[in-house]
């Protein structure tokens, strides 16, 4: 019987020990996510990408592009080209005679403004080609506050803008001018 003893310990003891807990059940599958709906594909236009104005110009949003810079019979030019890669704006040097051009191209001739962050001023464009083009001195201090204005800088007519960013090929064309 005190053999005994023991094995009933243990089997008293064991029934102490509450019954395991079933796991839960696994949670279903999450649905599959929907196929997304393709893009359109972008359409070509000929409109410019020019944006409306706005009344704080420094928190537009920048026109879509990018500016690339090239040498080409002694100018210095840097084009700013729409991602679908049409001409928008141009900075170009001239060799003889110095001098810095600021084109908007599909604009007209008239007086256009140029803003930077820390000057404003006035221009007359005189139409070239397809493009309004504005003429500076290359010791000029605009060229001075767009290359160095805080990311970017506009050019308006009054109906349209170009918010565009203010990038070292821009300050390439100014320095090889001067």
């Known amino acids: 019987m005190i053999r005994s003893a023991p094995a009933a310990l243990v089997l008293l003891l064991a029934g102490c020990v509450p019954p395991p807990t079933t ?8 649905a599959p996510a929907p196929a997304p709906n393709p893009a359109p594909a972008p359409v070509a236009s000929a409109a410019p990408v020019a944006q409306p104005v706005w009344t704080d110009w420094v928190h537009a949003p ?5 500016w690339t810079w090239r040498s080409e019979g002694g100018d210095s030019i840097a084009e700013f080209r729409s991602p679908q890669g049409r001409m928008v704006a141009q900075v170009a040097c001239t060799a003889a005679p110095r001098q810095v051009f600021v084109s908007a191209y599909g604009w007209n001739a008239g007086t256009l403004t140029i803003r ?18 504005m003429v500076f001195q290359p010791a000029d201090s605009l060229l001075d506050a767009i290359a160095f204005s805080r990311g970017r800088f506009a050019v308006e007519d009054g109906r349209q803008a170009l918010y565009l960013p203010s990038y070292p090929e821009i300050t390439r064309v100014i320095e090889d001018c001067r």
Not at 23 to 30: E, K, S, Y
Not at 62 to 66: K, R
């Open 116 to 133: 930077t962050e820390t000057a404003e001023r006035q221009v007359v464009a005189n139409l070239s080609g397809m493009a309004a083009r």
């Open 62 to 66: 920048l026109t879509s592009g990018d």
């Open 23 to 30: 796991a839960p059940a696994p949670a279903p599958a999450p």
